[in-house]
């Protein structure tokens, strides 16, 4: 081996040791960990110590919960918080994984029942339901989160990007809100490519068109008048329509559910102007319960303002009842697409026969209609909130689960004429279970959530799936595609995720939407970057080591001994995932010589960014500064400016320690209970609270030092490299 290929295996072994820790042991109680989870674990741990927190943003299937669990077992105090339908699983990998902790559900959190106290570090489950600011759930989870805490979700942006901020919020602080997607990324973990031999493939989705022409309901759905308005303004029956076409292509039931709960609304609002009174949009979207039933107790009482002009919300009132009898008649005289819907059905499963069929709607009257018309087929079972049914009766959830997935379920297996082979069933499937004996997930409607698509496939695709994942989506009857452009949305809202999480498996059909051209540093990518560089890994210590490739591009990659990644193509240093790549891939090129000059050249770069960060650390512009803890900062310098001149050195000392904390990550429970001290009339009193409030981030803090480069590789043109001086080694 020559000086040059000896340097370059040490440099890009001293990579690996610095960027990848030390990965944990595989044993967990009864189960072994993956190396692709331990990795996750490792990366997981160093965020904690940098960031007090980490999101796991694995994809649905790949040992989420055995990853939390082998880090909640260097706690002492663990505490698991998840939704309640999953707290058995829970408590059997806890079992399994010899990691006892603490739980607590999602739902006694909603009921105001707080955690309990003295927990080392916290785990939530399903972490995208806490991406609603201001909820009961959200502010008990904020008050108990001011110890390390690691965040679980396969799908964390749901809608926006605003749902992962206030998701890292939690350790992040309400800066987290003004980080750009670049940013976010760097505390979402997740593995490399999608691809993975122990999960099965996931085939493209197939349309399912239904050959139904519906577009006289349609027309007639258009052609409605625009509905009363609250007194404090409407949107012209935007939503109303589009709530009554999107019902419209989920299935004629979901239609007509939906123009009861327009009667009903009607009648409420006739109620309240008999008494004089208009209700207002919060009194509309007070009476409105589930899909298909409104409350209408005592409606006029429960409105506050009386509002003139009764006599054209009665004739409004009496058009938007006309034209609700209108659809209805169009109904009446129509052909129904369910038919079509359940024949649609009936074909998918003759074409997998032998396989297993899980069917989704986002609404309970979809679910029922086509059961009714499918129930007497051998091996249908329906399962929505009310329950589960097949076609002797009323059954169990458990027990139509077992009948449905008894090797995921662990149950025995039924006699064939008891045993469903296709489920119809709402959302309340989509999240947290193992149905890997289905492979077949068809979806009846498009979701206003597009992470339900992800969250309902990932149901089937499991370890242990033994045929590859095969999914429908039924197209609407008639224009109602072109119309409603859900998919168009849904398409969007999928590249929006991308742009941070990276790309998952395929959840929706193609379609005309042009492909999302992701240059972030998505999550995704980032793994891909460490699982290139995994190879380089060699056993022993690696002092500093520098070495040079041949390349298309001049630049370099360097590694800090805080295991970050520094990358620099055409001039500029950047963090990017997708310049990393391309620098790792440009490491991985032969061999060469480089000049002493461009070593120095690429160390004085390095250094005159680790100097901007480390002044920009000290004059507190580390993180951007969000309405809340600019308040604080305010509060402090107001402090300082109060005291007495023979307190004022000691006290200035003070508040630089505590402004130098405000500057990082602090979880949005630890700037609650300063901002509480604020209040405190006693200022000394007052800092002495702070100052115990943020001593654990404070040592955190204080045990990371300036970085130095732990290797170095650099990148030379090809058509400039020659065998000129060696670099230093």
């Not at 785990?123 to 991406?131: C, G, P, Q, T």
């Not at 540093?521 to 056993?539: N, Q, Y």
């Amino acid at each position: 081996m020559s000086p040059a290929d000896d340097g370059l295996t040490r440099a890009r072994a001293a990579i690996a040791a610095a960027v990848l820790d030390v990965l944990p042991d595989d044993r967990l109680g009864e189960i072994r960990l993956w190396p692709e989870q331990r990795r996750i674990v490792a990366r997981a741990l160093r965020s904690l110590r940098d960031h007090g927190g980490a999101l796991v943003a694995e994809d649905v299937g790949r040992g989420k919960t055995y990853i939390a669990l082998a880090i909640a077992r260097t706690w002492e105090r663990p505490l698991v918080v998840a939704p309640a339908a999953l707290v058995p699983t829970w408590r059997d990998a806890m079992r399994r994984a010899a990691v006892p902790c603490a739980i607590v559900s999602h739902e006694s959190l909603s009921r105001g029942r707080a955690p309990p106290a003295s927990v080392q570090g916290i785990i939530v489950d399903e972490s995208h339901h806490f991406r609603t600011p201001g909820t009961r759930r959200h502010d008990l989870l904020v008050a108990a989160a001011t110890v390390p805490v690691v965040l679980l979700s396969a799908t964390p942006l749901q809608n926006r990007r605003a749902d992962l901020a206030t998701q890292l919020a939690l350790f992040l602080g309400s800066s987290a809100d003004l980080l750009g997607d670049d940013a976010l990324a760097r505390y979402v973990i997740r593995g490399g490519d999608d691809t993975d031999a122990r999960l099965p493939p996931v085939r493209a989705p197939q349309a399912v068109p239904l050959g139904v022409d519906d577009s006289r309901v349609l027309r007639a759905i258009l052609a409605l008048p625009e509905p009363p308005g609250p007194l404090d303004g409407g949107d012209g029956g935007a939503l109303r329509t589009l709530g009554l076409v999107r019902a419209w292509a989920s299935s004629r039931a979901a239609l007509e559910a939906t123009l009861r709960s327009r009667l009903r609304i009607a009648t409420a609002f006739e109620q309240g102007i008999e008494a004089g009174r208009t209700p207002t949009k919060r009194d509309l979207r007070a009476w409105t319960g589930g899909e298909d039933a409104v409350q209408l107790g005592f409606a006029a009482l429960l409105m506050d303002a009386v509002a003139d002009g009764t006599a054209g919300v009665r004739e409004a009132l009496d058009a938007e009842r006309a034209g609700i009898a209108g659809i209805q008649c169009v109904l009446k005289a129509d052909c129904d697409p369910d038919e079509a819907r359940a024949s649609a059905l009936r074909e998918l499963r003759e074409r997998h026969a032998g396989e297993r069929l899980l069917v989704f709607s986002e609404r309970a009257s979809t679910v029922r209609a086509l059961y009714g018309l499918l129930h007497g087929d051998a091996g249908v079972g329906m399962l929505t909130a009310t329950g589960g049914r097949i076609a002797s009766g009323r059954i169990a959830r458990e027990e139509l689960l077992a009948l449905f997935a008894p090797r995921s379920q662990h149950a025995r297996p039924a006699p064939a004429r008891s045993r469903v082979t296709m489920l119809l069933t709402t959302d309340i499937l989509s999240e947290g279970l193992n149905l890997q004996d289905a492979s077949v997930v068809v979806h009846l409607d498009l979701p206003w959530n597009p992470a339900r698509l992800t969250q309902r496939v990932g149901r089937v695709r499991r370890p242990g799936q033994l045929r590859e994942v095969t999914s429908y989506v039924f197209a609407p009857p008639a224009h109602a595609e072109l119309l409603v452009k859900a998919d168009v949305r849904l398409h969007r809202k999928i590249e929006e995720a991308a742009r941070v999480m990276g790309s998952a498996m395929p959840v929706l059909p193609a379609s005309g939407v042009d492909a999302f051209t992701n240059d972030a540093h998505d999550a995704t990518t980032f793994g891909a970057v460490l699982a290139r560089i995994e190879p380089w890994r060699t056993s022993g210590t690696h002092a500093r080591a520098t070495a040079a490739t041949r390349s298309l591009t001049e630049g370099w990659i360097a590694a800090l001994d805080d295991g970050r990644l520094l990358c620099s193509m055409d001039g500029v240093v950047s963090e990017s995932a997708s310049a990393l790549l391309r620098g790792v891939v440009a490491a991985e090129g032969p061999a060469c010589d480089a000049s002493v000059e461009r070593e120095t050249n690429a160390l004085a770069m390095v250094n005159a960014m680790l100097a901007a960060e480390q002044l920009e650390r000290a004059c507190g512009l580390a993180t951007a500064t969000s309405a809340q803890r600019r308040q604080l900062l305010v509060w402090l310098d107001s402090c300082a400016r109060s005291a007495m001149r023979h307190e004022r050195t000691a006290l200035l000392h003070r508040v630089a320690a505590l402004r130098a904390v405000l500057s990082g990550p602090l979880p949005l429970g630890v700037e609650r209970r300063l901002a509480g001290q604020a209040t405190n009339a006693d200022t000394l009193a007052a800092l002495r609270a702070c100052e115990d409030i943020v001593a654990p981030v404070r040592a955190r803090q204080q045990c990371i030092a300036r970085p130095d480069v732990a290797a170095l590789i650099l990148f030379c043109n090809m058509a400039q490299c020659s065998a000129g001086p060696a670099t230093r080694r």
